[in-house]
């Protein structure tokens, strides 16, 4: 099916949304806001779809010299600069470059986690296939066969905002923005009387990220009564669902009559659009079965752990960050303290200069030992931590973009010195703090 083809689909309901735009009640919503002091939480309130877009707030810490920031305005410029150093990149075919600045997106989006482990192992050649996939996205065609290859498609919530920067009326398909348009959808079905969501409506969703003991648990399942919506999957179905999603807000916002998104802001109407569906998305209304009766979420069981996998044996863990430090499923903890000392000792022994993960459990306690990563990580929890425990750490590390990795390298590790890693202060406490405030927010699939 081509862009034309899937756009009279569903051209019922691009009239409708388009003619209620800027309507000043129907798409009114509230929510906790899980960021704010339990002890008195603050509740995020908009008007219109204009009025979430207004309140978006997304930290991040710039990228290519744009400032940091949170408002619409700053993380549009820290997109810019990312789109630009991308679309260099892999204009002049530079796989390291394209490394570089696709890692960069996926700092800026929170979702460094499993994602700059597999941009780093296909690194050979990622210019090239991020642009083959990018010419099948701007195709117009749902079965281009880069999409329907038998060939494994890496399409989840880190590279929806990589291609989002370089193909036209592609945008940001996130856990956040599925329920809002979903819960859009549910109010087109209501004012049309439908009997259930139209096929080429179900935009899939995904769940928040977040603890399956949750106090407050965040519903991004848009589905109410005998209105329901799939749960989305990695690969192709996201990849096209990204697509129709774009296809359909770009042509409701040339559309409407009243669009209170145009020529407001220097930012991209499109992308003014995709932050108010961003801030509506953050937590909708339970969901009503049949019999009028609220009912939870389908699941949260992937809880708040994050899939990770040592460098040099692929060894697979779960971590999460807090802001005292880093937490793994097994039990290990590593305190923000002994990673600071450890960072030190790094920057002390090799500079700029790379240097070996070394963690054996038993060279590192005889003297002299291989200086690394290992004798860093011993010498920081005072002798008393376990050597090859720093494998964990170093893979955690790289994906926070503390640590920078080079495949098939004899001393493959190397300190990236940034915001929190310089020669006269090293303290990762704040970096932890933002990543633990990002994990509770973005709830995207990453497998």
């Not at 179905?237 to 009559?257: D, F, M, Q, T």
């Amino acid at each position: 099916m081509h862009r034309t083809q899937y756009l009279n689909s569903v051209n019922d309901f691009i009239d409708w949304f388009a003619s209620n735009l800027g309507h000043a009640s129907l798409f009114a919503h509230s929510y906790i806001d899980r960021r704010s002091n339990p002890a008195a939480p603050r509740t995020l309130a908009f008007t219109t779809l204009f009025d979430a877009c207004k309140q978006y707030h997304w930290k991040h810490n710039g990228a290519f010299g744009s400032p940091a920031g949170a408002c619409l305005q700053t993380n549009d410029a820290a997109l810019s600069a990312l789109r630009q150093a991308l679309q260099s990149a892999i204009n002049t075919v530079n796989d390291s470059k394209t490394l570089t600045a696709s890692s960069a997106v996926m700092s800026w989006g929170g979702v460094r986690a499993g994602n700059v482990r597999w941009l780093t192992a296909n690194s050979k050649g990622l210019a090239q296939t991020i642009a083959s996939v990018c010419a099948a996205l701007d195709s117009d065609n749902l079965s281009h066969p880069v999409l329907t290859s038998c060939q494994p498609l890496r399409f989840n919530a880190g590279m929806t905002k990589v291609y989002s920067l370089l193909v036209n009326d592609f945008i940001i398909y996130d856990s956040r923005v599925a329920a809002a348009l979903g819960w859009i959808v549910v109010k087109y079905c209501q004012a049309r009387k439908l009997p259930a969501v139209p096929r080429d409506l179900a935009f899939p969703w995904a769940p928040a990220k977040e603890a399956a003991n949750a106090r407050l648990p965040k519903n991004r399942d848009p589905g109410l009564g005998n209105y329901h919506f799939p749960r989305l999957i990695s690969g192709e179905l996201h990849a096209v669902w990204n697509l129709k999603a774009g296809w359909i807000l770009a042509e409701v916002l040339a559309r409407a009559s009243h669009n209170p998104f145009r020529n407001s802001s220097t930012v991209p109407a499109l992308r003014q659009l995709e932050a108010a569906l961003f801030m509506v998305g953050y937590d909708l209304p339970l969901n009503v079965s049949p019999s009028g009766v609220n009912s939870e979420p389908e699941s949260y069981a992937e809880g708040d752990w994050t899939e990770c996998y040592t460098a040099a044996r692929g060894k697979l863990f779960h971590y999460r960050v807090e802001e005292g430090g880093i937490r793994l499923l097994d039990g290990r903890f590593y305190p923000v303290a002994v990673i600071n000392r450890m960072l030190i000792i790094l920057v002390e022994l090799f500079g700029t200069d790379p240097f070996p993960l070394a963690n054996s459990a038993t060279k590192v306690r005889v003297t002299p030992s291989i200086p690394g990563i290992g004798y860093a990580y011993f010498q920081a929890t005072d002798e008393r931590g376990n050597p090859p425990s720093a494998s964990a750490l170093a893979a955690v590390l790289h994906e926070l973009g503390v640590l920078n990795y080079t495949p098939d390298n004899r001393a493959p590790w190397a300190l990236d010195f940034g915001d929190y890693v310089q020669r006269g202060r090293i303290d990762l406490e704040a970096l932890l703090k933002l990543e633990s405030e990002r994990h509770d927010d973005v709830g995207e699939l990453i497998a």
